[in-house]
């Protein structure tokens, strides 16, 4: 998730761990180290499908993590020289802090490779936006209620901040609820219309969990959706967008298209533009603007031709958010494409 919600996460298992024992040192490295795995995002692989693919892999493996904790614990005892008593202690608010973070990133749709280096499963659910303040408000409120009731007492209070995690915590089971609502009702109309589908994925839209996109993919086209779970209407309304996997033929072993490939676990659409072949993730964004997509290849006759990998601009709309809050109240306001079926 975004930096601001690790560092509150990291921040409250810090706070509960070893707040009352150390005070605020613990919020403090609970903070830092709530950052750590998202520093891979500073090292250059020299290729943009590189970046993208292999950011929480190595860094977000709760394998290696795990094992760096006691060096963090390490590091942290000599800097403010305390006992090697305290160690223990270091030691769990560590790996707690560490693991938490990629064990939350699972819940957004990227992928992280929990296992590796044993397993490279990017592993995703995909039941909660990459920013929401629904989750991270909570995270925030009990340490804030926590610095000020500090101040007024002798002991430090342990409940606030109980409450915040326990409130995040039950944010992140009602978005499971929410998309399993979802995706019983779009799998209930798919099989309804009669419209045979290869893969189905529902995401939450941007920073709440109320209005899901639908994406279903077929081999040649793909179908777009929107369900909110204030809708009242019993029918799903899906756009269809072609695109051609044919184009990638010849080029299959090409590392770039093998890699998004298998990265996007199949959410991906193949076109030709501007003389080249693009993929693009159709995970994250929604149609027509999505985050990731990549030049592949030289569209030449007959046969395409592999180039090093080029990452597109990205082409997002703030505008769409506002949409996106009219939308959650009225079923009616549907985004509107020119190749609807």
């Given at each position: 998730m975004d930096s601001l919600t690790q560092i509150a996460l990291g921040a409250a298992?810090?706070?509960?761990?070893?707040?009352?024992?150390?005070?605020?040192?613990?919020?403090?490295?609970?903070?830092?180290?709530?950052?750590?795995?998202?520093l891979d995002v500073?090292?250059?692989?020299?290729?943009?499908?590189?970046?993208?693919?292999?950011?929480?892999?190595?860094?977000h493996s709760i394998i290696v993590l795990t094992l760096i904790s006691p060096a963090f614990a390490w590091l942290i005892l000599k800097f403010h020289s305390q006992p090697r008593s305290a160690f223990g202690g270091w030691w769990l608010l560590s790996v707690l802090v560490?693991?938490?973070?990629?064990?939350?990133?699972?819940?957004?749709?990227?992928?992280?490779?929990?296992?590796?280096?044993?397993?490279?499963?990017?592993?995703?659910?995909?039941?909660?936006f990459i920013v929401d303040p629904a989750y991270t408000a909570p995270l925030l409120a009990g340490l804030g209620i926590t610095f000020l009731l500090t101040r007024?007492?002798?002991?430090?209070?342990?409940?606030?901040?109980?409450?915040?995690?326990?409130?995040?915590?039950?944010?992140?089971?009602?978005?499971?609820?929410?998309?399993?609502?979802?995706?019983?009702?779009?799998?209930?109309?798919?099989?309804?219309?009669?419209?045979?589908?290869?893969?189905?994925?529902?995401?939450?839209?941007?920073?709440?969990?109320?209005?899901?996109?639908?994406?279903?993919?077929?081999?040649?086209?793909?179908?777009?959706?929107?369900?909110?779970?204030?809708?009242?209407?019993?029918?799903?309304?899906?756009?269809?967008?072609?695109?051609?996997?044919?184009?990638?033929?010849?080029?299959?072993?090409?590392?770039?298209v093998e890699r998004l490939r298998w990265f996007t676990n199949g959410f991906y659409s193949v076109t030709a533009r501007d003389g080249a072949i693009i993929i693009t993730d159709l995970r994250m964004g929604h149609e027509p603007n999505y985050v990731f997509a990549f030049r592949v290849a030289r569209a030449d006759d007959p046969v395409p031709t592999p180039i090093e990998a080029e990452q597109l601009p990205m082409d997002l709309q703030l505008g769409e958010l506002s949409w996106v809050w009219r939308r959650i109240r009225d079923e009616h306001t549907e985004r509107r494409h020119s190749d609807d079926p």
């Open positions: 298992v810090g706070e509960a761990v070893l707040g009352r024992k150390v005070g605020n040192k613990a919020v403090v490295w609970g903070a830092v180290l709530g950052t750590v795995p998202d500073f090292i250059p692989l020299g290729d943009p499908v590189a970046d993208f693919t292999y950011h929480r892999s190595f860094s560490l693991v938490t973070h990629p064990l939350l990133d699972v819940f957004t749709v990227y992928g992280t490779q929990l296992l590796w280096p044993l397993d490279d499963t990017p592993y995703f659910v995909s039941s909660v007024q007492r002798e002991r430090r209070p342990w409940l606030p901040n109980a409450l915040g995690l326990t409130l995040s915590s039950a944010y992140l089971t009602w978005g499971l609820y929410a998309k399993y609502e979802v995706e019983s009702f779009a799998r209930a109309e798919l099989d309804r219309h009669g419209i045979s589908h290869e893969r189905l994925l529902t995401v939450p839209t941007p920073a709440n969990t109320l209005l899901w996109r639908i994406l279903v993919m077929g081999e040649e086209t793909y179908y777009e959706g929107f369900r909110s779970l204030l809708d009242r209407g019993e029918t799903l309304q899906l756009h269809q967008i072609e695109h051609d996997p044919s184009l990638l033929e010849g080029i299959e072993d090409h590392w770039p």
